[in-house]
């Protein structure tokens, strides 16, 4: 027994070693299971304060882009708004609640972020307290940008597209084919669309937008443009369609978050058909 | 290691950290060159100090990093590692007659030659370890070795330059 005990103290630093990094890599596994609860990243309290204090002294070198992305956007927004408009010699009936007020929208800004890894985050300055929860998606004027993984009272973590683990429901515009939009780890201005089936005819230079199908972001946010076309190389039955996004992820300063408000109302319903819908 | 050193030490390890988080986190030269400066802390910690110890300081300062990062367990995973490796490497390169005279394995104690052959298989087998827990599952080992050769290129080269403008000379170099 004591020759055991000996031998044990004698290989301690071993034994430690093998516990340390089993703890590295448990924490590694559960915090990229999609439902990991994730006590530790940089949504808590102190380390979102140190990284928007970052982000204050950064962020104000690019605030002239900003402003003008902002002004360019507003300009965008009051023409369309002018559709709107109830013309004096005109009819107008309301439309049906549950048609007009599905989605919801925020704004945000980015005081954290990474693009060269390959699960890369943001963190955004508003958490539970400001109304956002987990599963809002992320936009900005340029296209798609990511989904929010997690929330504290002040911050919030989010999947970047830029995270093999994100999936993203979209379609060619001009065909209307869905697939589903997931980043390779490789090229940050580029990801691939799946699941597009062979017959369909997607050419280079088609334009690539959310379907609006799995209810986390509206129809027709932009994501990017189709810059390769080729036949996928292990299933035949599919093509293999690089997308160049549109979004430029090493300037993403402002977003926009969408919220469904009837995500549980679909969510539920897909659980009670026993549909397992893609996040 | 007395008092002044271990102060010293504490000094050095925050002043890395806060440089490796404010200024260095975005920063990946060509996509390809990460800087992990932060490691100089943990390679030039004394040599007589024990693995335990050594284990626990790479752990926390790991994780500290990962908080930051928003990479959790990755740089933990790659910093234990390097910590339990490197006595076995200090062994391995030890000049002939040992460490006797120096304690430290700095760049002005050793020389430029043996802190290249000390410092850049330990940021490769890091980088190794931390790129390959990153890319886990999504392929491209090729992707991997690059960023791990060049990023350990890097990282020594910010090592040798930060030793040269901040460190005690002790031998004229």
Redesign the interface.
């Given at each position: 027994m004591l020759r055991i005990l000996q031998f044990l103290y004698r290989i301690r630093a071993f034994i430690l070693f093998v516990f340390l990094e089993v703890a590295a890599v448990w924490m590694i596994v559960s915090n990229n299971s999609p439902q990991g609860a994730a006590f530790f990243n940089s949504s808590n309290a102190l380390v979102g304060s140190v990284l928007k204090k970052q982000a204050d002294v950064v962020q104000f070198f690019s605030l002239a882009d900003a402003n003008e992305a902002l002004t360019a956007e507003n300009a965008e927004i009051l023409q369309k708004l002018q559709l709107f408009q109830v013309k004096p010699d005109s009819i107008t009936f309301t439309l049906d609640s549950a048609l007009t007020a599905t989605y919801q929208f925020k704004g945000a800004r980015v005081i954290g972020s990474s693009l060269r890894y390959s699960q890369n985050y943001l963190t955004l300055n508003k958490g539970s307290k400001h109304g956002i929860k987990p599963g809002m998606g992320i936009f900005n004027p340029e296209g798609v940008v990511g989904r929010v993984k997690s929330v504290s009272e002040n911050y919030a973590v989010a999947f970047s597209l830029l995270n093999t683990g994100l999936m993203v429901s979209s379609k060619i515009k001009s065909s209307d084919v869905f697939g589903s939009v997931q980043w390779d780890g490789k090229n940050s201005s580029e990801a691939r669309l799946l699941f597009v089936p062979r017959h369909v005819k997607a050419q280079e230079g088609d334009t690539v937008i959310t379907s609006g199908f799995n209810a986390v972001f509206p129809e027709g946010i932009l994501i990017g443009v189709i810059s390769k076309v080729a036949p996928d190389a292990k299933d035949p039955n599919y093509l293999d369609l690089t997308v160049k996004l549109n979004t430029d992820f090493s300037k993403v300063n402002y977003v926009y978050l969408v919220e469904n408000t009837q995500f549980t109302e679909l969510d539920s319903l897909y659980r009670q058909s026993e549909i397992s819908n893609e996040y | 290691m007395n008092i002044r050193n271990l102060i010293s030490h504490l000094l050095l390890i925050i002043f890395l950290g806060v440089v490796q988080?404010?200024l260095l986190?975005?920063l990946?030269l060509f996509?390809v060159a990460?800087a992990f400066l932060y490691l100089l802390g943990i390679l030039v910690l004394p040599i007589s100090l024990?693995?335990?110890p050594l284990?626990f300081i790479a752990?926390s300062l790991?994780?500290l990093l990962?908080?930051?990062?928003?990479?959790?367990?990755?740089h933990?995973?790659a910093a234990?590692?390097l910590?339990?490796v490197r006595p076995l490497w200090l062994k391995a390169i030890s000049p002939t007659g040992g460490y006797v005279d120096s304690e430290e394995p700095t760049l002005s104690e050793m020389g430029l030659g043996w802190f290249l052959s000390y410092s850049l298989p330990m940021v490769f087998i890091y980088s190794l370890v931390f790129f390959t827990?990153?890319?886990?599952?999504?392929g491209?080992f090729f992707?991997v070795l690059n960023k791990s050769l060049f990023s350990s290129i890097f990282t020594c080269l910010l090592a040798i330059l930060v030793q040269l403008l901040f460190f005690k000379r002790r031998r004229g170099i």
């Open positions: - | 988080i404010f986190k975005n990946a996509g990460f024990r693995t335990v284990l752990f790991g994780f990962d908080v930051f990062y928003e990479t959790i367990g990755m933990t995973a234990t590692f910590a339990f827990a990153d890319q886990w599952g999504t491209g992707g």
